[in-house]
Every structure is written in structure tokens, then in C-alpha cells.
């Protein structure tokens, strides 16, 4: 049964959909929101474990988007991954370093997107300055509703998937060694067969060259010996014509 609930910003159906499927079955329950604006409602109401969002969004901007968690002292606690397909239209609002959330590149595959989680989970733990116009009991009340239980929940969802990745993984090199060493092993068979069948294949040309050779030959003496025979009937019927005569 899902615990977590990781909510997925992006006007892309793909990018969505590729999310939900690299994250195991059944660990994380995944909230999509086409739009910033609907994004944004989504991060009040449904408090997830961990957001993902896309920078470049319509109706509000990921950038916008991206302000309004900052400047809510819970919601910035919320681990969070930036996705864009040109990490310059991230940096020329934010600057690098990253310090208290994570970036990933579109597109991606699932070892990157778990990696990703786990470090912005790590940066989301990090303390930030407090807010100067908070006083200092509200500011340790909200610092207490955001336990670190549902972090830790998350980060050891996050372990046994990619425990599964290295599993699957292993596996998937192992079947792909096993077929490269088959594959490998029909080749040299068949090559082995196509230098057999090559090797018969020349020794049956030099027999036919041989036999037509040998034939050709014997076909040249034939007419010869029938010219010889030829000039010897001529010169008997001459001297036959010269006797009767």
C-alpha cells in the first residue's frame, strides 16, 4: 500500500507517465498536475513526500511555482527535483550550486531519477536561515510539524527501489553477457560453417576446371586425330582413282 506521495508538475503526458513507471509498484502513491497553478494547489492540499517539477509550465510558471514553495516555510521542507530539458532556463533564475534541492535533466532514465530523489532528500534535510519576521516560538512550532519520520519513510521506499534498479540491473547484464556470449558462439559456428561451405564450394570449381580442362583437351585430340584420318582417306581415294584409271 502506497505511504508517499510524490506529486509530478509537468504539462507533459510523457514525462508524467515515465515518472509513475520508473517508480516501483505499489511503494509511492504519484499525483500528477498538468500546470503550475494546478501544481501549486496540489502541494497545499495534498502535502506531498516529494515534489518533481518541470520548470517551464503554463498557466504558472515552474519558476513561480518554484517561488511560492520557497517563501512557505513547510512547503520548503518538502524534498524537491527541478526537471527541464536545458538546465540553462534553470540557471539563469537560479544559481548554481543547488543547495537545498536538486536538478535533473530531461530525459532520463531510472537509475538517474532515483539518484536525484535521494539527493534532494538529503538537501531538503538541511537547515536554512529563519525567516526574520517570524518570532522565534513560531518558528520553532514549524520546525516541529515537519517531522523527519515521512523523510526517513520516503528515503527508505527510495533504498529498496534502488535495490530493485541494481537487481534488475544485475540480472539484465547477466542475460545480456549470456547472449553475447551465444551470439558469439553462432557467429564462430557459422562462420566456421561459411569457410567450410566456401572451402567445398572452390575445391568443387577446381574439380569442374580440372574436368572441362581434361575434357577440352581430349576434344582437341578427337579433332585432330579426325583431321589426320581425313587427309589419310583423301590420299587413299587418290590412289584408288590413280590404280583404276
Excluded: C, Y
Excluded at 545480456?176 to 566456401?198: F, K, R, W
Amino acid at each position: 500500500m502506497a505511504t508517499s506521495k510524490i506529486l509530478v508538475i509537468d504539462d507533459s503526458r510523457v514525462i508524467r507517465k515515465t515518472v509513475r513507471d520508473m517508480l516501483p509498484e505499489g511503494d509511492f502513491e504519484v499525483i500528477e498536475a498538468k500546470d503550475g497553478l494546478e501544481g501549486i494547489n496540489f502541494v497545499e492540499t495534498e502535502h506531498p513526500s516529494l515534489i518533481m517539477l518541470d520548470f517551464i509550465l503554463p498557466k504558472m510558471s515552474g519558476w513561480d511555482v518554484f517561488q511560492q514553495i520557497q517563501a512557505h516555510p513547510e512547503f520548503q521542507k518538502i524534498p524537491l527535483v527541478l526537471m527541464s530539458g536545458k538546465k540553462e532556463e534553470v540557471t539563469s533564475k537560479i544559481s548554481e550550486p543547488f543547495e537545498f534541492f536538486e536538478f535533473i535533466e530531461k530525459p532520463f532514465d531510472r537509475v538517474l531519477l532515483a539518484e536525484a530523489i535521494r539527493v534532494a532528500m538529503t538537501k531538503a534535510r538541511k537547515a536554512r536561515p529563519r525567516m526574520a519576521e517570524l518570532p522565534v516560538a513560531a518558528a520553532v512550532s514549524i520546525e516541529a510539524s515537519v517531522s523527519n519520520d515521512e523523510v526517513l519513510q520516503l528515503q527508505a521506499q527510495l533504498d529498496r527501489a534502488m535495490e530493485r534498479i541494481a537487481a534488475i540491473e544485475t540480472t539484465s547484464r547477466t542475460q545480456i553477457d549470456q547472449l553475447q556470449t551465444q551470439l558469439a558462439t553462432i557467429q564462430q559456428s557459422q562462420q566456421t560453417e561459411l569457410q567450410a561451405l566456401i572451402a567445398r564450394f572452390e575445391a568443387e570449381q577446381q574439380s569442374r576446371d580440372a574436368r572441362h580442362q581434361e575434357s577440352t583437351q581430349k576434344t582437341i585430340e578427337l579433332e585432330t586425330e579426325v583431321d589426320t584420318l581425313k587427309k589419310q582417306l583423301g590420299q587413299l581415294i587418290v590412289l584408288i582413282k590413280k590404280r583404276l584409271t
